[in-house]
Nanobody, 118 residues
């Protein structure tokens, strides 16, 4: 099993910055990719950003140029969020695809609330 633990959410004014972290632990043979999704009030969960081996990144158009995803070599992924907007308000979920047994599976964190006030 793989556990994902997020931290770093909170309340911020528009234009401010927040940094989210997500640490993966457990019996991990390989983990790729890692990323972040979010679900705003009354909305469906949507992709924010992912990072694959070789530091290949993918961003939603709405966050490109404002958010930066990165990953260290300890299975921790970060999301630096700058120039925050009220529409960034959502629960942010860490995501990972990993092998801990014999097959690849999708894993999700418990979510961390990000609230941006205008």
């Amino acid at each position: 099993q793989v556990q994902l633990v997020e931290s770093g959410g909170g309340l911020m004014q528009a234009g401010g910055s927040l940094r989210l972290s997500c640490a993966a632990s457990g019996s991990i043979f390989s983990i790729n990719p890692m990323g972040w999704y979010r679900q705003g009030p009354g909305k469906q969960r949507e992709l924010v950003a992912t990072i694959a081996l070789g530091a290949v990144t993918n961003y939603a158009g709405s966050v490109k140029g404002r958010f930066t995803i990165s990953r260290d070599n300890q299975n921790t992924v970060y999301l630096q969020m700058n120039s925050l907007k009220p529409e960034d308000t959502a629960v942010y979920y860490c995501y990972a695809r990993a092998v801990s047994g014999i097959r690849w599976e999708d894993y999700w964190g418990q979510g961390t609330q990000v609230t941006v006030s205008s």
